[in-house]
């Protein structure tokens, strides 16, 4: 069964650098996803992608944060400097064009700002 | 008003027994509904799409009541795999968004 997978599955780093999450959709799906999760609470929405662009993001979703597909396959979330408060499990998803379809998630990576 | 709400639980419940998870949500334009379950610190995994009619696979049914804005999720004949998280997650009318709520915890005890 086809999968989204994401690299990497860990990621340290200290305050105020760049982090990149990269995430490969599953291949014939069209929208795309990141999705938060801070220990403890509940998945959170940051923004959706399609045709590149975005479709959709949140409060969340601010200047620090950037998202990209920078070719047939990969969808990245850029994280400009970050902040403790963005330690978290990251989660790409992605579905095809029918809104009723679920979304279907990768196994996250985890990222831990100290 | 938090817009989707879960029972947190934890459910502690018996191998074989029925157990059964609600779900409220407050946007009334709401368009699409699923469960997922979630094992500790592991991604949503769909469990099912909730469908007007209600639907069933295997073990597990799920219901939707659009007038009192809630869906429900029953799980028969409990296994000790069961034991997660469980998620309802809805969309908004013409949004992709997906909304948790913050999940009911399960425990199947031997």
């Known amino acids: 069964e086809p999968e989204v997978t994401q690299t990497p599955s860990h990621q340290v780093t200290q305050m105020g650098q760049e982090v990149i999450l990269r995430c490969v959709p599953i291949s014939n799906h069209l929208y795309f996803y990141w999705y938060r999760q801070i220990l403890g609470q509940k998945v959170e929405f940051l923004v959706s992608f399609y045709n590149n662009e975005i479709s959709e993001k949140s409060e969340i979703f601010d200047d620090q944060f950037s998202v990209e597909r920078p070719d047939g396959s990969n969808f990245t979330l850029k994280i400009r400097s970050t902040k403790l408060e963005d330690s978290a499990m990251y989660f790409c998803a992605s579905s095809d064009l029918d809104r009723n379809q679920p979304q279907h998630f990768g196994d996250g990576t985890r990222l831990s700002i100290l | 008003r938090k817009e989707v709400e879960q029972d947190p639980g934890p459910f502690n419940v018996p191998e074989g027994a029925t157990v059964a998870f609600n779900c409220t949500y407050s946007n009334s334009a709401s368009q699409s509904f699923f469960w997922y379950r979630q094992d500790c610190r592991k991604e949503p995994k769909l469990l099912m799409s909730?469908?007007?009619s209600g639907n069933e696979d295997g073990r597990f049914t799920a219901q939707l009541n659009r007038a009192s804005q809630y869906i429900s999720l029953l799980i028969r004949d409990s296994k000790l795999s069961d034991s997660a998280t469980y998620l309802c997650a809805v969309t908004g009318a013409g949004s992709y968004q997906l909304t948790f709520g913050k999940g009911t915890k399960l425990s199947v005890i031997p």
């Open positions: 909730v469908y007007s």
